[in-house]
């Protein structure tokens, strides 16, 4: 968890998204209350606008007003549909593990598809949550559309901090079709994990049995493999024992108090956005805390319902990780060799536009490559955290997946000093920058095209008169990518492999 701590913010990125959550979040739920509706309108109407900022992570501004305008049409009609069957019980089953299904099915359509595929989930959830029925739909659909219009003006007028970001990374669609696509593949894993959590969870409790579905659902947003998923549910466990501690500790004794709890509220809305690319287990603290303080609101907490959420996180994080281990397995190693090839791309492409830039081309930046491989190394390491996790017993494939993220980590930190030393650089090295920037190109081809198999070039080549700080942090650059042979299995004898 120290990582939060340390995690370097690029841009201040984090920050300013996590503040303008907190606006954006704050500000919905305010204009609800102004508009008269009831406390589980307003809540509806915070979670939406949370959803809406969270989850919509489309490449340029103009996609991402697109999925915006269509969450309502995701959401809506399983509002109406979980609103109408909510005491039909063996229907409403039925519909929320075909929501789930469908769901995680139409992430095969990247960023769009993850985020109608959540906000129709959470439309679903939402309604257990408070126990909706159809003569609350106007308010709901009401209290949603005001709030997804509050988080589209605080996002894309009054905060349009995206300008020039790359989007967060999605999961690697593989080609194919059928089984053969880990979205298909995982769209079935999910829909039998909450099938048994719903299962389960009722047998613990006929009125939250909803919290084990959601715990497995969530364990599969943003994994793509057996490995991921295991260490999620892990972590999810984690946040949410220690989550139900400081609710036992802050929630309970507030009792529900508007002004304390509101504030919390917006605290903890702030860390789930700050902490959600860097920890899990600090993620789902902050939203255990947040729903503890809800249910404070609404007047129902008690340490029981603490100690059943926990219960109930249990059964959802066993059933996901059993899905993955039983139905259809993903290999950790197809997923987090994906993500390296990707973040090795970026490097390239990096390189390739500084090398223009120096070469006197205007338009050439390498800016945005440099930023996009920032996002694809915390992929990377996502993906190899299962072969680090201390309960990972082969000790061979977890020192190479290290090192890997070492080697890994140092490409990143020379990259984004290479693009700011070069920002302005001096004519004198300009025909070395360049000879260096095509040095480092070559190295990646050979870690990226799988017919080479010769290792890249490494720092023995490279000249040592090169003392100039760019040519220093290319010349670290190419040493890294050289090493990067070894535990990537390009060199001879050595493989990083998973489970």
């Given at each position: ?42 809540i ?124 967060v990374a999605?999961p ?31 047998a ?13 659902w ?40 508007p ?33 503890s ?20 996180t ?24 994906a ?8 490097v ?15 338009e ?67 025909a ?30 490279a000249?040592q ?23 990537l ?11």
């Open positions: 968890m120290k990582r939060m701590f340390t995690a370097p913010d690029p841009g201040r990125l984090r920050l300013r998204n996590s503040v303008r959550a907190v606006i954006g979040v704050g500000t919905a739920v305010a204009v609800a209350e102004l508009c008269g509706f009831s406390l589980s309108a307003s509806t109407g915070g979670l939406a606008a949370l959803l809406a900022l969270f989850t919509v992570t489309d490449a340029n501004v103009r996609a991402q007003r697109t999925t915006t305008a269509l969450l309502p049409v995701a959401g809506f009609p399983v509002l109406a549909w979980a609103t109408t069957l909510h005491g039909v019980t063996l229907a409403r089953d039925v519909a929320f593990v075909l929501t789930v299904f469908c769901g995680v099915y139409a992430r095969r359509w990247g960023a769009r598809g993850q985020a109608l595929g959540i906000f129709a989930f959470m439309s679903f959830f939402v309604t257990q949550f408070l126990h909706a029925v159809p003569a609350q739909l106007p308010e709901l659909y009401a209290a949603m559309t005001l709030a997804l219009l509050v988080a589209g003006a605080v996002r894309f007028l009054l905060w349009p901090i995206e300008r020039g970001v790359p989007p999605v690697v669609e593989s080609p194919g079709t059928g089984l053969a696509r880990p979205t298909t593949r995982q769209a079935f894993q999910a829909a039998v994990a909450c099938s048994f959590a719903l299962l389960v969870g009722q613990f409790s006929e009125d939250r049995w909803y919290w084990a579905v959601g715990t497995a969530w364990i599969f947003v943003n994994t793509a493999s057996r490995g991921e998923t295991l260490v999620r549910g892990f972590r999810r466990v984690l946040g949410t024992v220690i989550g139900v501690a400081v609710g036992l500790l802050v929630a309970i004794p507030l009792n529900g108090a002004t304390p709890s509101a504030a919390l509220v917006a605290l903890c809305v702030f860390g789930i956005f700050y902490t959600a690319a860097v920890s899990y287990s600090w993620m789902m603290l902050a939203v255990t805390v947040m729903a303080l809800l249910y404070g609101l609404l007047g129902v907490l008690d340490a029981g319902l603490l100690a059943l959420r926990l219960v109930e249990g059964v959802g994080a066993v059933c996901a990780m059993l899905a993955v281990v039983l139905v259809l397995p993903v290999t950790t190693h197809a997923t987090n060799d993500w390296i090839q990707r973040a090795l791309h970026r390239h492409a990096a390189t390739t536009a500084t090398a223009a830039r120096l070469e006197g081309d205007p050439a930046d390498p800016t945005p490559h440099a930023a996009e491989l920032e996002l694809l190394f915390g992929r990377a390491r996502m993906a190899l955290a299962p072969l680090v996790h201390p309960l990972n017993p082969f000790r061979a494939r977890k020192a190479r997946a290290r090192q890997a993220i070492r080697l890994l980590d140092d490409c990143v930190n020379e990259v984004r000093a290479l693009v700011s030393a070069t920002t302005h650089p001096t004519g004198s090295q300009e070395s920058l360049i000879d260096a920037c095509r040095r480092v190109k070559t190295a990646v081809e050979a870690l990226t095209v799988r017919e080479r198999r010769a290792t890249p070039t490494g720092a023995e080549t000249h008169a090169e003392t100039g700080t760019p040519l220093l942090h290319l010349h670290n650059l190419e040493k890294a990518l050289s090493e990067l042979a070894t535990p299995g390009t060199a001879p004898g050595s493989r990083l492999a998973g489970s």
